[in-house]
């Protein structure tokens, strides 16, 4: 009878092990392998969030016109997962950043190099801001958003009521409130975040900092309540779903992406923001890197 058992244990744990690579192996993969470096310590993953799906609905939203929402994607928020020695690292890049962009002959806003694709991004980031990349994800928040249903809802801990006309979001509470999956998006999508504190109205002053700070924590929520989810054919629905919702470098393996969930498994410790100052030029309002007091943020992750 005991020997039975275990065979039974073994034969669903290797199961679950095909099911599991079943699902990686329908995640879309980018081809970004020539560019990719390895970082001396740790591992670097240059985590792109986009948003796909023709679901732009938010006045200041890139080819929102009051009507119809344009196609494709766009590089609405870029991350640095740095994972070394069982500690995980955030660094945010500003899309705003002015930087000299790969294989031009001038500088742009960070964001416009990955209008030249994700490999051009890459190589961007390595050589304007000297950080090797050693793997490489793209993050649809729609498609993440849509398995909050599934999960039942996450719990986000808010620290004051919080709205934004523009994304829909509408918190009436502080400490931790469940949002369903159209909250969730409007949470992460959002632009003015605007808290109600002591009978006032007041907007995020971080702005897009602000937000990556949000959607970094919507990852790490969704995946720990993921990885938390005891129901099988839950747990399988969201996973697949997730995978519709990603799009990794040709070389990752299922080791991988591993790595990078655990590494998102609760809040990473958010580096420093990068130093920078606001300038207007021809490519519109930017942030200008203060080079001599960055490099000891940036040296973390090298």
Not at 37 to 49: K, P, R, S, W
Not at 63 to 75: D, H, T, V
Not at 94 to 99: G, N, Q
Not at 238 to 252: F, N, P
């Amino acid at each position: 009878m005991l020997g039975i058992t275990a065979l039974v244990l073994v034969l669903c744990m290797v199961g679950g092990f095909l099911y599991a690579r079943s699902i990686f192996n329908r995640i879309e993969r980018v081809e970004v392998s020539e560019s990719l470096t390895d970082a001396e310590n740790g591992t670097n993953y240059l985590i792109v969030g986009s948003d796909s799906r023709a679901n732009v609905t938010e006045e200041g939203d890139a080819g929102f016109n009051g009507s119809e929402a344009p196609g494709g994607q766009r590089a609405d928020t870029i991350m640095l997962l740095h994972l070394e020695g069982g500690k995980a690292q955030m660094l945010s890049i500003p899309r705003d950043l002015y930087v000299p962009i790969a294989g031009t002959d001038g500088s742009q806003k960070i964001n416009a190099a990955y209008n030249g694709g994700p490999t051009q991004l890459v190589d961007t980031v390595t050589q304007s801001l000297g950080i090797p990349i050693d793997r490489y994800m793209e993050v649809d928040f729609v498609s993440f958003a849509g398995l909050v249903d599934g999960l039942g809802g996450i719990t986000i801990d808010f620290e004051h009521p919080a709205t934004d006309a523009g994304s829909g979001l509408n918190v009436t509470e502080s400490g931790p409130v469940e949002l369903d999956g159209e909250q969730a998006l409007a949470y992460v999508r959002s632009r003015h975040y605007t808290e109600h504190i002591n009978g006032e109205m007041v907007e995020d002053p971080r702005a897009d900092l602000g937000r990556i700070e949000r959607q970094q924590k919507f990852l790490s929520v969704v995946i720990e309540k993921l990885s938390k989810t005891k129901n099988p054919f839950s747990l399988a629905s969201a996973a697949s779903g997730m995978a519709e919702g990603l799009r990794i470098d040709d070389e990752m393996s299922m080791f991988d992406a591993m790595s990078f969930a655990w590494g998102m498994r609760g809040m990473a410790a958010p580096l420093d923001p990068l130093p920078v100052d606001n300038e207007r030029n021809d490519s519109g309002a930017v942030l200008i890197l203060r080079e001599d007091e960055a490099q000891p943020i940036l040296d973390q992750v090298r």
